[in-house]
């Protein structure tokens, strides 16, 4: 059973334009939600996170939405750059705001991101 | 001056071997997980190691077993490979439990 539900398993957006990506989650629980970027024959890279007391974190081209009521959050990239091209990954936790994490991240299963110059 | 190092990147062995994987970290990290890849790109925690401590340890068949020498090694250790243990095997680790964890560039396993 999927807890973390990233369905789009590609998007292609033109350079300098929005890229949105998407990840539903179905634990109530989980209180830490993080996006990784993974390029070809390398571990995933950390990018951005958010905490379920927030709603919105920026950190320059990258903004991650949180909508709690939907248990749904989205990272917004822009403007997109050709390098931006990798897998993203949405991760979440239990135990941020619960006093107690043992860092079990729960991942989705990705969408591929392509930038076209 | 690589923050998460996996040796080997590539594994190429026959069922029924017994094969180590090896991870270290020089981030001065307290926490270092292990993660499988598997074919249909799911990655999933096996391991956490806390000060040298197992604070998680999923579903994972006995063959494995994590071994930490000091807070900066986490190795993986498998017994009696089997054709589904073929996938891409993660290391990483995190200063706190909670925070943001920093991944290797993985060890690709393959059985034949």
């Known amino acids: 059973d999927q807890q973390v539900k990233q369905n789009s398993p590609s998007l292609s957006v033109q350079e300098g334009r929005i890229s949105i990506l998407n990840c539903d989650y179905t634990n109530s629980m989980f209180d830490y939600f993080l996006w990784y970027k993974k390029y070809p024959a390398e571990g995933p890279t950390f990018l951005i996170s958010i905490s379920s007391i927030k709603d919105k974190n920026e950190d320059g081209r990258f903004t991650v939405f949180l909508n709690k009521s939907a248990k749904h959050l989205s990272l917004h990239i822009v403007p997109s750059q050709p390098g931006d091209s990798a897998v993203y990954f949405c991760a979440a936790s239990v135990g941020l705001n619960y006093g107690g994490s043992q860092g079990n991240l729960i991942f989705g299963k990705g969408t591929k991101l392509s930038v076209k110059p | 001056d690589t923050a998460v190092s996996q040796t080997p990147k590539y594994l190429v062995t026959q069922m029924g071997n017994d094969k180590s994987i090896k991870c270290e970290q020089n981030?001065?990290?307290?926490?270092m997980y292990w993660y499988k890849q598997d074919s249909k790109k799911f990655l999933k925690i096996m391991f956490s190691y806390n000060n040298k401590e197992l604070i998680i340890n999923e579903t994972v068949p006995n063959r494995f077993s994590p071994k930490s020498p000091d807070k900066a090694h986490l190795n993986l250790h498998i017994n009696s490979l089997e054709l589904g243990d073929s996938a891409v095997y993660f290391c990483?680790?995190?200063?706190?439990?909670?925070?943001?964890?920093?991944f290797g560039d993985g060890t690709r396993l393959s059985i034949l």
């Open positions: 981030l001065g990290h307290d926490t």
């Open positions: 990483a680790s995190s200063k706190e439990a909670w925070q943001p964890q920093h």
